[in-house]
């Protein structure tokens, strides 16, 4: 079975960055597609962000392009989001999630909290 821990969320002040990681346990990461979707209180859950297999494209939200970056390193089964600029209305659990058939994975969340 997969498995995906999520880290590296907590506090931060507005402006500030915050590069959570991503690791998953199965040997066939690498085959995986992988996204990070947010759900922030009362709003539905989004897709911020999502990488190929491979790395080489990616994919934004609005919201997020050229303040959010996801990245992966294959050799340590581990993809990260990088957040750059952050504003109070990022705040949110952040997912990390593989796509792939014939069903998604989902991490358990990591709490990202923006404030002052």
């Known amino acids: 079975q997969l498995q995906l821990v999520e880290s590296g969320g907590g506090l931060v002040q507005p402006g500030g960055p915050l590069r959570p990681p991503c690791a998953a346990s199965a040997r066939t990461f690498s085959t995986f597609a992988m996204a990070w979707f947010r759900q922030a209180p009362g709003k539905e859950r989004e897709c911020v962000a999502t990488?190929?297999?491979?790395?080489?494209?990616?994919l934004y939200e609005d919201s997020v392009k050229g303040r959010f970056t996801i990245s992966r390193d294959n050799a340590k089964n581990t993809v990260y989001l990088q957040m750059n600029s952050l504003k109070p209305e990022d705040a949110a659990v952040y997912y990390c999630?593989?796509?792939?058939?014939?069903?998604?994975?989902w991490g358990q969340g990591t709490q990202v909290t923006v404030s002052s």
């Open positions: 990488i190929s297999s491979g790395g080489e494209i990616t």
């Open positions: 999630i593989t796509r792939s058939w014939p069903y998604d994975y």
